[in-house]
């Protein structure tokens, strides 16, 4: 295996990007499987998981890499394009392994794990060799010493149901996007993904969660304490907690919206009261929102929040006040295209769109797909019958109710490969 060190340690693996011989990226390194031996034996190193596009996840053998380090993986290019299924006799090594915390045979210390080193051996397989710890600080020092041991001067890495933490195998999965550490979470043991979950910061669990099918949801919800289950569905966007919480039985869901903001609680009641496959039920009622002496700045600098999709940033909706759903009359809609080529301090209201008939509340999932369609939207506003503004239905709400429950597993079916 020409080029590959001779020692790989695996969290610094974590998405590294894997190339075929020609230099075409396969995907990205997601985890280590190993097989843990008996009699304090390094665990043999089987191969990594894969993602490649369309979040699938492929097994590579150790045997079909030919060069590995912490900035790229390259293969034979001979890569099987089945699912990854793990096997009760296999282990996720960032998944099962990071975090655990180990005792060290000559001390009795306990430890935590951050880290296993690999190596490959002379007859070219690849074992887990290393194991790098965190020891507990002392009373006064911020942190503890961190060292690198042999495999067999700890033990406690064979116990499946041991405790763990998560917060190493959080740091090597902080860059991901939501939708990919949601990937992951699913992927996870029930058990293990209720830690990972735990450690979360809220708001990112709640991005997190409203990328996950609805049962993982409320598996992970259900381990929560409920004033944290509430904060999460505060963070949550509201059609996506509406969902959330109309998966719940009735009475904790009555008893978490009694947990939350008076504000954030009444949306989701009032999404609630929607049927799930109406504008109603689909809609978010948290679009942006300007009065009519808005400029075109002022605008511009609203849809430049990061914690907008790009469906409810594509359009503003001006509106006579209350400016919070349900507003005062709507006037218009603003189309970010044309809203880019006005001066900024021109008033939004001329140049809105007033001839965009709005949704009602009650239109069918087959009315609203049809109407962005016709018009070319990626959302639209839905009103009551004094005109005022409910909320809007994006494009990004009407393909998850489109697509089957399962969409997220079956995805994979129309990428590479299959």
Known sequence: MSGTPTRVFVARLASTVVYDPRGDQVGKVRDVV??????????????????VPGRRRIFLPMTRVISMDAGQVITTGLVNMRRFQQRPTETLTLAELLDRTVTVRETGEEVTVIDLGMDQTRARDW?????????????FSR???TSVLDWDAVTGLSLVEQDQGATHLLATLESMKSADLASVLHDLPPKRRSEVAAALADERLADVLEELPEEDQVQILGELDVERAADIIEEMSPDDAADLVAELPQDTAEYLLTLMEPKEADDVRRLLTYEEHTAGGLMTTEPVILPPDATVADALARVRNPE???ALAAMVYVCRPPLETPTGRLLGVGHIQRLLREAPSDLVSGVIDTELEPL????????VTSYL???NLVAAPIVDEAGRLLGAVSVDDVLDHLLPDDWRERFSEVTRGS
């Open 34 to 51: 190993v097989m843990l031996r008996p009699r304090s034996q390094p665990a043999r190193v089987l191969g990594l998981v894969v993602e």
């Open 127 to 139: 074992l887990l060799t290393k194991v790098a710890v965190l020891k507990r600080g002392k009373r």
């Open 143 to 145: 942190r503890g010493q």
């Open 308 to 310: 907008l999709t790009p």
């Open 360 to 367: 009602w509340p009650e239109a069918s999932l087959e009315e």
């Open 373 to 375: 369609a016709t018009y």
